[in-house]
DNA sequence: AAAGTTAATTATGAATTCATTATTCAGTCA
DNA sequence: TGACTGAATAATGAATTCATAATTAACTTT
């Protein structure tokens, strides 16, 4: 056992801001939403002020909104905010890139190698569930290659906010394939370890999900269901 | 009057978070030093609750570090913490360059070069208080002119984060000389609306500031007072 | 006196209470 | 009927209380 380990000792209101967290982004809380403290309370077995303080803490990273006295609403999600959002998030994913290609060991290259062939099959296969799970393992490896914790928690925060976003618009055939692309260069790169072709090409990755995804949501004005 | 301004209401944990925060970054608090609820709370004329809250924010954004049942310290500023910081940072920094160029307008950047000149000034008088008040409202500015909130919020976090550092080791006379430079480099691609270039200088600029500092802490650990 | 042990004190996390503000809903009047 | 008024209800923000964990202080024991 090792024994800088600290020890694991978690109080109330991180543990609710994590669930609260996962209860906005897997949207099961909905955007605009109120929170109702009382009926959440009940429901996880709490008193109001460790939620309260989660709350709080969930506003200050965005992913619910604080009137006051009105209590919190669960923050939407419009799309001049995607907007503003995607290319600050490109800009911290070039970051991930430059400096993964730099600091990743052999271990964590075959890592993600390995996710990236998961992610091929889940493609041939069009199994978006299992194509979602081995994307997001390399994007996360990428992440801790990366080895900055202040990237990372920028980066997780600002991730989360835009996966609600995958609610709106569903990922289109035409979209996928350039993804796979996409990532089929950013493996080529990583492998030839040229940082600053990987950082591009993980921000140009980004900034054309947007382009997807605003694309997706212009089909839908035109045809509302 | 405008009818449609929103009334401001401000709760007390909103106001005790920019208060605690500035205290942190003003060194008022010291890093590692125990931040004690309950004079604080005398001191501010609160009660814990609101005062505990505004400090779960403020862990949130790595201003204090909360232990289980020991309460909140405020986070220490290490070297390894600062070379984190630094890249991310000046990649938010590059992009605020790349927007400003697209975005601002005549006023805007009118008010630029006011500050510049002001800050060129202070410089001259070698009056740093001058100097970083004309330098920080020309960053201030330049992310106004970016027009993005998501980029204003982690960029104002990260900022707040390095400003910390300025109370480990001064200014020295080579550095503020390359500033200046920098920033006559970066009026003159303002000017000429070279995003880009201005992007880049922008990271670069942030960049060299870690250099510097570096330099300087390392000249401290060779000659310890 | 120094290290170890136990009791007293303090500080913390969380629940509860209290005062105030929003919201709802019944009743009134045009 | 439909907009307005005001009382009743509910929800919120903040203070207080309570249980428990950490720290300090006092006391042994060697």
Known sequence: MNLTDSIKRTTLHEELVER????????????????????????????????????KVLAS??????????????ASVTRAELENT???????????GELACQQMDAVEFQRIESSHKDMLSAYEARDRQAYFKANQDIHQ?????????ILENHHKLLAARVRRARFMANLSDERWAQAIDEHEAMMELLKARDADGLGKTMKLHMMNKLSALVKALEAQDETPR
Do not use: Y
Not at 30 to 39: A, M, N, S, T
């Open 20 to 55: 609260l967290r996962n209860l906005v982004v897997e949207d099961v809380l909905k955007p605009g939403e109120k929170v109702p403290e009382k009926q959440l309370c009940d429901s996880l077995g709490v008193s109001r002020t460790p939620l309260r303080e989660a709350l």
């Open 141 to 149: 490896a990428l992440i801790q290659g990366a080895r900055n914790d």
């Open 61 to 74: 990273e965005g992913f619910v909104v604080l009137q006051a006295n009105r209590g919190a609403r669960v």
């Open 86 to 96: 995607f290319p600050v998030l490109a800009s911290l994913e070039q970051l991930v």
